[in-house]
């Protein structure tokens, strides 16, 4: 089975934009197949990637809803959808795959794409070495189990109370839900080195020490600044830029190959 990162965090503090780093930063190892996973019913990683999905899961099954009538004779819907996702959602990229969630915006229980995603994701993950899923923002997505099991469950924080909270909250709901992480880590984003005695100091005032290790500060990044407001692929961030140095120098720490 494939390497399991999955990022978390309040919404507004980058995860998915960290999320996007990681696939570049593996991409560029050339270590194995990559499948990003965009959990997140506000999609954003596949744009983040220089990409724009042809459908959704979402989609795929308000179709499906609307006109069961395409589903052909002997074919169960289950299948009849599993079949269409594998051929209208999973995007294929250069040096990654990526599979995009998205919403339904017809009538039903929500659940019922998760339930969708944990089916696909269960038979996808044997296919590739490393699996980087970018949950949706806040806690939702860990009590409808979207994700089950990881390697490394990530959590993303900016540098204030109210974030460090956030993410002793996501863990602790990790853990009430007994969900199988074999390791729990915390990256603060967009944080200036120099306030390092700061964070350390809310760390212990949070108590998050307690629950996630603590691997470092990405700083902030005027390139994914021009970026995010041009509209363009972070796959393009110059290679030398503050955060993806950054993350590169504490990426052994989220997987060991990187």
Same mark, same amino acid.
Request: glycine content about 8%; overall charge neutral.
């Given at each position: 089975?494939?390497?399991?990162?999955?990022?978390?965090?309040?919404?507004?503090?980058?995860?998915?934009?960290? !999320?996007?780093?990681?696939?570049?930063?593996?991409?560029?190892?050339?270590?194995?197949?990559?499948? !990003?996973?965009?959990?997140?019913?506000?999609?954003?990683?596949?744009?983040?990637?220089?990409?724009?999905?042809?459908?959704?899961?979402?989609?795929?099954?308000?179709?499906?809803?609307?006109?069961?009538?395409?589903?052909?004779?002997?074919?169960?819907?289950?299948?009849?959808?599993?079949?269409?996702?594998?051929?209208?959602?999973?995007?294929? !990229?250069?040096?990654?795959?990526?599979?995009?969630?998205?919403?339904?915006?017809?009538?039903?229980?929500?659940?019922?794409?998760?339930?969708?995603?944990?089916?696909?994701?269960?038979?996808? #993950?044997?296919?590739?070495?490393?699996?980087?899923?970018?949950?949706?923002?806040?806690?939702?997505?860990?009590?409808?189990?979207?994700?089950?099991?990881?390697?490394?469950?990530?959590?993303?924080?900016?540098?204030?109370?109210?974030?460090?909270?956030?993410?002793?909250?996501?863990?602790?709901?990790?853990?009430?839900?007994?969900?199988?992480?074999?390791?729990?880590?915390? #990256? #603060?984003?967009?944080?200036?080195?120099?306030?390092?005695?700061?964070?350390?100091?809310?760390?212990?005032?949070?108590?998050?020490?307690?629950?996630?290790?603590?691997?470092?500060?990405?700083?902030? =990044?005027?390139?994914?600044?021009?970026?995010?407001?041009?509209?363009?692929?972070?796959? =393009?961030?110059? =290679?030398?830029?503050?955060? #993806?140095?950054?993350?590169?120098?504490?990426?052994?720490?989220?997987?060991?190959?990187?």
């Amino acid at each position: 089975m494939g390497y399991i990162i999955a990022v978390a965090g309040k919404g507004g503090t980058g995860k998915t934009t960290i !999320a996007a780093l990681l696939v570049r930063i593996i991409k560029e190892k050339r270590r194995g197949e990559i499948l !990003a996973v965009d959990a997140d019913p506000n999609s954003n990683l596949a744009e983040n990637l220089g990409l724009k999905p042809r459908q959704t899961i979402g989609q795929i099954l308000d179709e499906v809803s609307a006109h069961p009538e395409d589903i052909p004779p002997g074919v169960s819907k289950d299948r009849f959808i599993e079949y269409k996702i594998h051929h209208n959602v999973i995007e294929e !990229a250069d040096g990654f795959d990526i599979l995009t969630m998205g919403r339904p915006e017809g009538p039903g229980c929500y659940c019922y794409v998760n339930n969708v995603l944990r089916g696909i994701m269960t038979k996808l #993950i044997k296919n590739y070495r490393y699996i980087i899923i970018d949950n949706e923002a806040g806690l939702e997505h860990l009590s409808r189990r979207t994700t089950r099991t990881a390697d490394v469950f990530l959590v993303i924080s900016d540098a204030t109370s109210v974030g460090l909270r956030s993410a002793r909250r996501i863990i602790e709901l990790v853990q009430e839900l007994s969900i199988d992480i074999k390791k729990k880590v915390l #990256i #603060i984003n967009r944080c200036d080195s120099q306030r390092q005695v700061d964070i350390d100091k809310m760390l212990q005032r949070e108590n998050i020490q307690t629950g996630l290790e603590f691997i470092g500060c990405i700083p902030q =990044d005027q390139g994914i600044l021009d970026i995010s407001l041009n509209g363009g692929s972070l796959l =393009d961030l110059a =290679d030398d830029a503050v955060s #993806i140095n950054t993350l590169r120098k504490i990426g052994d720490r989220i997987c060991p190959s990187i």
